[in-house]
């Protein structure tokens, strides 16, 4: 995947966590994609891991694209300093307007709504919708359990083998830089998975 020009969406928690690591890695993440050429578009908050991305892609002078629906605005606080916001009528919405923009995907840690987002975009692919690179960032184990549970599910018949390579799991921001880099799509996958 060529990064120069590109639009890489991240998805991340609100919320900073405990441990301040993570803000440095939120911020860590924003700049590398801003210096590598590539536009950050993210939930649109000016708060929590979203706010640190969006921080560490416009100190690097990047282009920052925020997608804020309007039931969240009062609450997740949108960023003053954004290249674009886009508002949306509701969470449906946003995801799809994220998507849409997104040539890649990354996780940082984050909760219910990150992991959603995320599995979405990985059954999106699934389903032959588009072959992206979805990354999940693994820092200091983080999505260790998400990794066993898709270990879980290949084991248990209810996703194909080949599933578990759709998420990548990285264990930080060099991982993810590396990983999205070197992105080849498949040549065809439409509709494969659902038959194995």
Same mark, same amino acid.
């Given at each position: 995947m060529n990064l120069r020009g590109s639009t890489v969406a991240v998805y991340c928690g609100s919320s900073p966590g405990h441990d301040p690591s993570f803000h440095a890695l939120a911020t860590a993440l924003g700049r590398a994609l801003a210096e590598e050429g590539a536009a950050v578009v993210y939930g649109g908050a000016s708060v929590g891991l979203m706010g640190a991305v969006a921080d560490g892609a &416009?100190?690097?002078g990047g282009r920052v694209?925020?997608?804020l629906p309007e039931t969240l605005r009062a609450r997740e606080l949108a960023h003053a300093s954004l290249s674009e916001l886009h508002i949306t009528d509701d969470m449906h919405a946003r995801k799809l307007k994220m998507a849409t923009l997104a040539d890649g995907f990354v996780a940082l840690p984050g909760g219910y709504g990150t992991w959603e987002e995320l599995l979405e975009v990985a059954t999106w692919r699934q389903i032959g919708l588009h072959r992206k690179p979805?990354?999940?960032v693994?820092?200091?184990g983080y999505y260790d359990p998400l990794r066993a549970q898709i270990d879980r599910a290949v084991e248990a018949g209810f996703m194909a083998p080949v599933l578990r390579d759709f998420v990548r799991f990285v264990d930080g921001v060099d991982g993810a830089m590396e990983y999205l880099r070197g992105y080849?799509?498949? &040549?065809e996958e439409r509709g494969r998975f659902l038959k194995e």
């Open positions: &416009l100190s690097a694209v925020g997608v979805m990354a999940a693994n820092y200091g080849e799509p498949p &040549l």
